[in-house]
């Protein structure tokens, strides 16, 4: 009797498996396309995205199947646009139930004052606000090429595809 071994074929078939599998539920890599994020992330940067960061995302539905985890102030998160179907990259301010205000130029969230742009360069756009339940927050880094909640309102943590991880 002859031992053939694995066939390439075989191999071939569950190593791209194994990269579906990777790619639709667990890490994507992307480059950044906006200048919303700068000075963290600029124009033409990698980075990489744990898609099961809050839990496990349905592919093309972006809706949980199971979840583990909620965006946290501070995390880079990845969306879709409330705008449009495009992906879109912002960080996470506020989360559910945080008591927030952006007046000039300071972003205050929970008492916590932080300076968001220079005073002159940005106006009031959120007064006294409370994040819903289900929802965050999002900003850009570069508030004044940031298309973010301050036009779009608050997201659902359903639209969240994942968190950045690295860059």
Not at 58 to 85: A, Q
Request: aromatic content about 8%; proline content about 6%; overall charge positive.
């Amino acid at each position: 009797m002859k031992n053939r071994g694995i066939s390439p074929g075989i191999v071939i078939l569950t190593a791209l498996l194994v990269f579906i599998v990777i790619k639709l539920f667990i890490l994507d890599i992307m480059i950044v396309r906006g200048q919303s994020m700068k000075p963290t992330l600029n124009p033409g940067d990698l980075i990489v995205i744990d898609k099961c960061a809050y839990g496990i995302v349905i592919p093309l539905k972006n809706r949980y199947l199971f979840r583990w985890g909620r965006p946290r102030r501070g995390d880079i998160v990845l969306l879709l646009s409330p705008e449009n179907t495009t992906v879109i990259v912002k960080r996470c301010v506020a989360i559910e139930g945080d008591f927030f205000d952006i007046r000039n130029g300071y972003l205050e969230v929970d008492g916590n004052r932080y300076l968001y742009a220079h005073p002159d360069g940005i106006t009031k756009t959120f007064t006294e606000s409370v994040v819903p339940g289900d929802s965050i927050m999002v900003l850009g880094d570069n508030p004044m090429q940031s298309v973010d909640s301050r036009m779009f309102g608050f997201v659902p943590v359903s639209d969240i595809i994942g968190r950045v991880i690295g860059l």
